[in-house]
């Protein structure tokens, strides 16, 4: 194996041909940033216990890579990671990693399992997001913040719980989940973003917590199956295509504080012209 190596920083890996599984030496406890970088030939890695980070893009493009275990001493991984691992099949997460940075996992379409640690509380935008065979996820009761294009394109999700400790998530985080048929929202949020649940074709209910403040411009927008969708007394306003194009849903009940009512916000749907009525 040819490794380059500085001190306790592993600074690159040359592949040799016919070589396809590594075992990075005991005492690094650094990988830098692309030290893997498109190496399509590996397929696993095993990292000793003290590696404590992972730079950023450090096996990005690896895809024939299948197996990656990480130690318990990992607190940091950097953005892109493992984007592009289109063969990997399943991570365990270290258990004390807070963030997963984004695109972590950006498109590795076959990543069906991720188990996240208990002490995560920041998903960073699009760290899985193109995980087309990821069905299901357990998020930590930590968790606070999910960025925006998180869980974007993972299409074969289907039900999805949020901690109530989850008090941001941003914009298009669900877009085109669209196997997602339940979602079980965080009683600590405030704002639903643009186009969070975009094109989430099997969704058929939604009932938006108490807390919720205000529903942004398309967050529900072409949800075709969504039946039925419960307002909570203290939500303010509704963004313009907010509902459109959801022409399956029932005419819903509209808050009595409700201030704004953006345009078009239910167009598509056969009451449209009497939702004020």
């Known amino acids: 194996m040819s490794f380059e190596i500085n001190g306790r920083e592993l600074l690159r890996w040359e592949e040799q041909p016919g070589e396809s599984a590594v075992r990075v030496p005991d005492g690094v406890e650094v990988i830098r940033e692309a030290a893997f970088r498109g190496k399509n030939t590996l397929q696993s890695v095993i990292?000793?216990?003290?590696?404590?980070?992972?730079?950023?893009?450090?096996?990005?493009?690896?895809?024939?890579?299948?197996?990656?275990?990480?130690?318990?001493?990992?607190?940091?991984?950097?953005?892109?990671?493992?984007?592009?691992?289109?063969a990997l099949k399943e991570v365990r997460l270290p258990p004390d990693l807070k963030v997963l940075s984004r695109q972590l996992f950006c498109g590795c379409r076959a990543l069906s399992s991720v188990l996240l640690p208990e002490k995560a509380e920041h998903l960073l935008p699009e760290c899985l997001s193109g995980c087309r065979s990821l069905t299901k996820i357990v998020l930590p009761g930590h968790l606070r913040q999910m960025g925006d294009h998180c869980f974007a394109g993972c299409r074969s999700l289907k039900g999805i719980s949020l901690p109530d400790s989850v008090v941001e998530m941003e914009y298009s985080s669900f877009w085109g989940c669209e196997q997602l048929e339940n979602i079980t929202l965080s009683a600590g949020l405030r704002y639903i973003r643009k186009y969070t649940f975009h094109g989430c074709i099997s969704l058929q209910s939604v009932v938006i917590p108490e807390g919720v403040m205000s529903i942004?411009?398309?967050?529900?927008?072409?949800?075709?199956?969504?039946?039925?969708?419960?307002?909570?007394?203290?939500?303010?306003?509704?963004?313009?295509?907010?509902?459109?194009?959801?022409?399956?849903?029932?005419?819903?009940?509209?808050?009595?504080?409700?201030?704004?009512?953006?345009?078009k916000a239910f167009a598509g749907c056969e009451w449209e012209d009497s939702i004020l009525q």
């Open 47 to 86: 990292l000793p216990q003290g590696v404590r980070e992972i730079g950023d893009a450090a096996f990005d493009g690896c895809s024939a890579l299948t197996e990656i275990i990480l130690p318990d001493s990992v607190r940091s991984i950097g953005i892109a990671a493992f984007r592009d691992c289109t």
């Open 216 to 263: 942004a411009e398309g967050a529900f927008q072409g949800c075709v199956r969504l039946k039925e969708v419960r307002f909570p007394e203290g939500l303010e306003a509704i963004g313009k295509w907010a509902f459109r194009n959801c022409t399956s849903l029932q005419k819903p009940l509209l808050p009595k504080g409700l201030i704004v009512l953006g345009a």
